[in-house]
């Protein structure tokens, strides 16, 4: 088994082992992983520590480490808030927010990766923290499989707000429906918590977060904000609903 570590500032991972192959998620600087297997001297198939989200990514977008580089990062408690810059042997560069730190200065073999003055030690989430994170991707284009504020998908936002806020979801909407205490009726819903959002099939396809009684701030062709009810979400601008809820599911 071997490990790698993710320098740059954002690295696809893609389905299957070609560039045209569709992007599935992305790591974010910082981000750690196991190697499953090399595929060819192109593609490694990866499994990313942070959630077990498994994909296909260039070898050359990442540094090898060993197995006690990779234990001691499982510890890295600290994130960046916003877009920021990092100092690393290769220059200066942008990362996107929610990238894993372990402290002001990151080692890896000989190479020193100097943290930005911004980053916070993730501390206890509450509802108001969530919010104020979640607005900073309001506007964000959707992207299938991204994580950014430059591109991002319904659960990506939701892994990465609450990630800043501390809580660990899985990347998929689906997965992320199999966490958290379920509640029966969504007058008892609090700011922050998840709503999930079904197919005719009855499988989860969409997610996003309450930030009121009856709004939501999901990704829908952009991060956006919609009425919420029992029925679902509301899009005020195509007039009708777009998405049928089916649970709702409270972290806090």
């Known amino acids: 088994m071997s490990f790698g570590f993710c320098h740059l500032s954002i690295v696809p991972m893609?389905?299957?082992?070609s560039d045209t192959s569709e992007m599935i998620s992305q790591l974010l600087f910082g981000d750690v992983f196991e190697v499953l297997e090399k595929t060819t001297k192109n593609w490694?198939?990866?499994?990313?520590?942070?959630?077990?989200?498994?994909?296909?990514?260039?070898?050359?977008?990442?540094l090898e480490m060993n197995s006690e580089d990779f234990l001691a990062s499982q510890e890295n408690n600290f994130v960046n808030k916003e877009i920021t810059n990092i100092t690393s042997?290769?220059?200066?560069?942008?990362?996107?927010?929610?990238?894993?730190?372990?402290?002001?200065?990151?080692?890896?073999?000989?190479?020193?990766?100097?943290?930005?003055?911004?980053?916070?030690?993730i501390t206890k989430p509450n509802s108001e923290e969530i919010l104020k994170l979640a607005m900073t991707y309001l506007?964000?284009?959707?992207?299938?499989?991204?994580?950014?504020?430059?591109?991002?998908?319904?659960?990506?936002?939701?892994?990465m707000v609450y990630k800043m806020a501390g809580?660990?979801?899985?990347?998929?909407?689906?997965?992320?429906a199999t966490q958290g205490e379920v509640l029966n009726?969504?007058?008892?819903?609090?700011?922050?918590?998840?709503?999930?959002?079904?197919?005719?099939?009855g499988n989860i396809i969409h997610v996003g977060i309450?930030?009121?009684?009856?709004?939501?701030?999901?990704?829908?062709?952009?991060v956006r904000i919609d009425t919420l009810d029992h029925q679902g979400i509301f899009n005020k601008d195509i007039g009708e609903y777009s998405h049928q809820l089916r649970l709702v599911k409270s972290f806090l």
């Open 89 to 121: 042997p290769f220059g200066q560069q942008i990362i996107p927010p929610a990238c894993s730190f372990s402290g002001k200065e990151m080692k890896l073999n000989t190479m020193v990766f100097e943290a930005p003055e911004d980053i916070v030690e």
């Open 210 to 222: 309450i930030i009121s009684p009856n709004e939501i701030i999901h990704a829908s062709g952009q």
């Open 185 to 201: 009726f969504l007058e008892e819903a609090k700011i922050g918590d998840l709503a999930f959002f079904d197919n005719e099939e």
């Open 14 to 17: 893609r389905k299957d082992p």
């Open 139 to 159: 506007n964000a284009p959707y992207l299938w499989g991204g994580k950014t504020p430059f591109g991002i998908d319904c659960s990506g936002l939701t892994q």
């Open 167 to 176: 809580i660990k979801l899985f990347r998929d909407a689906a997965q992320q």
């Open 44 to 62: 490694i198939l990866i499994r990313n520590s942070y959630d077990n989200y498994e994909g296909y990514i260039d070898p050359k977008q990442q």
